[in-house]
């Protein structure tokens, strides 16, 4: 029995979520918050939303996905085209190669490699926007915005797992 | 029917990994394409951001407004329990300011007597568009923000963005209807000041941090903290006596200047056309500068 047009609609949009909510993760953390000195140390909530669907559904937010993410985000941020895009994708890269070892480990163990991931992460477009410019860029914020990103992972986390049971088949 | 397929499947399998280790290679080599091109050829990429800027302003223009309405509340509750100190703080500042009114009035009629007497040329009126601002963007690698107005209500690249409180930044790039702005604290702004106590030239360039630097000095130069820094208007990018921060602090790794607008309390700035053309120039005559 072949499934009905609402059916499959159905499906396909609920296998876009994981793009879609990355997207809207993009767009809203561009939202001028109005909290003093909140803005240059503002966690990086898409490269949560890379690491945590590149673990558990790879398929639904293909490499290329993670592109188009990482070049809205240089766009709207105002970073350098491709800085962001590269990162992204490198991250993306990391954790497929090791998802094996991520397989059924606890939250805990899920967390600590977002740790190293994304210090990876804030070390490489540290130095790619160095380079970029032709300066050292003050390394503080960088420190304090990778921190702020470690932080806000578990609440992020827990809204994407619930969203997965609720919505996603799993792969 | 799944018999036969088998053998295909055998062999499409590795050829789809290959294809997909292709892909991403390929996409680390645009990403970094895109860097280079963004190097190279500074309008293109620029033109890249304004266009996806301004297909998403709409989106971010009603984002904002719920989260300013919030900011609005929380600041009012918090005033009320400061109302009393505040009204006392504004009465001594009526006082002084009346004080102040009248040595203004007194040089304003006498810089009027003095203008006629050297029939001074004075610079052209400025006009003003106000935006709201719609995107605080960056985080620890770009100072800029977004605004709602774009070129469709007058703003042109190269002009100065400004508040009550004194210099926000510059239009770095400028949509239909939005219009993103280069702040002071920006790694790539720099303005030509004046120490205004001593008019000593400088320039005030940006490291990514909140506090602003001095360089270019002449030698010799004498700043200590407390001095206001104002642009200076050289180089036809800002009118001259903008106020922009007060130096901080001064020591032998550099001298810090404290900028007078709180990045997080803009709301609505004032885009100001001064009518000056600005060193934003297009370098070649053919290529406007301050199209969208």
Same mark, same amino acid.
């Given at each position: 029995m072949k499934p009905s047009l609402w059916h499959r609609l159905d499906g396909l949009a609920r296998r876009l979520t994981p793009f879609a909510l990355t997207l809207v993760l993009v767009v809203v953390s561009v939202v001028p918050l109005h909290i003093p000195g909140f803005a240059r140390v503002a966690p990086l909530l898409p490269l949560i939303a890379v690491y945590h669907w590149a673990i558990y559904r790879p398929r639904l937010l293909p490499a290329f996905a993670v592109f188009v993410i990482g070049v809205l985000q240089d766009t709207l941020t105002g !970073?350098?085209?491709g800085v962001n895009a590269l990162v992204f994708i490198g991250v993306y890269g990391v954790v497929l190669s090791q998802r094996r070892f991520f397989a059924g480990k606890s939250f805990a163990v899920v967390w600590l490699g977002f740790a190293v991931v994304a210090a990876g992460a804030a070390l490489s477009s540290w130095i790619l926007v160095s380079v970029y410019n032709l300066t050292l860029v003050a390394p503080r914020a960088v420190l304090f915005q990778y921190l702020m990103t470690l932080g806000v992972f578990p609440l992020l986390a827990w809204v994407f797992l619930r969203w997965q049971r609720a919505f996603l088949e799993s792969e | 029917m799944k018999g036969p397929l088998r053998p295909v499947h055998r062999i499409a399998v590795p050829i789809k990994g290959l294809i997909q280790r292709f892909a991403y290679v390929g996409l680390v080599a645009a990403a970094f394409g895109l860097m280079l091109l963004g190097k190279a050829d500074v309008p293109l990429a620029e033109r890249i951001r304004t266009q996806v800027t301004d297909a998403l302003a709409p989106i971010l223009d009603v984002l904002s407004r719920p989260v300013a309405t919030v900011s609005d509340v929380v600041d009012q509750v918090r005033e009320l329990a400061s109302l009393h100190e505040e009204n006392a703080g504004l009465r001594e500042d009526k006082v002084r300011l009346l004080q102040w009114q009248t040595v203004a009035r007194r040089l304003e009629a006498e810089n009027k007597a003095l203008r006629a007497l050297l029939n001074f040329v004075p610079g052209p009126e400025a006009s003003y568009v106000t935006a709201r601002v719609i995107g605080d963007t960056g985080g620890a690698f770009a100072h800029t923000l977004l605004l709602n107005a774009g070129f469709r209500a007058g703003v042109r690249k190269g002009q100065a963005v400004v508040t009550g409180d004194g210099l926000v930044g510059r239009v770095a790039g400028v949509g239909n209807r939005s219009t993103r702005v280069i702040l002071i !604290?920006?790694?790539n702004s720099h303005i030509p000041v004046l120490v205004e106590r001593t008019r000593t030239r400088a320039i005030l360039a940006g490291d990514n941090s909140e506090v602003l630097r001095l360089i270019?000095?002449?030698?010799?130069a004498e700043v200590s903290p407390g001095d206001r820094v104002v642009t200076s208007g050289h180089g036809d990018a800002f009118p001259p006596g903008l106020p922009v921060g007060v130096v901080a602090s001064v020591s032998d790794a550099g001298i810090g200047v404290q900028p007078f607008v709180e990045r997080s309390r803009l709301e609505y700035v004032r885009v100001v056309d001064f009518g000056l053309r600005g060193i934003l120039q297009p370098l070649f005559p053919g290529i406007p500068a301050d199209g969208p």
């Open positions: !970073t350098p085209i | !604290t920006d790694l270019r000095l002449p030698p010799g």
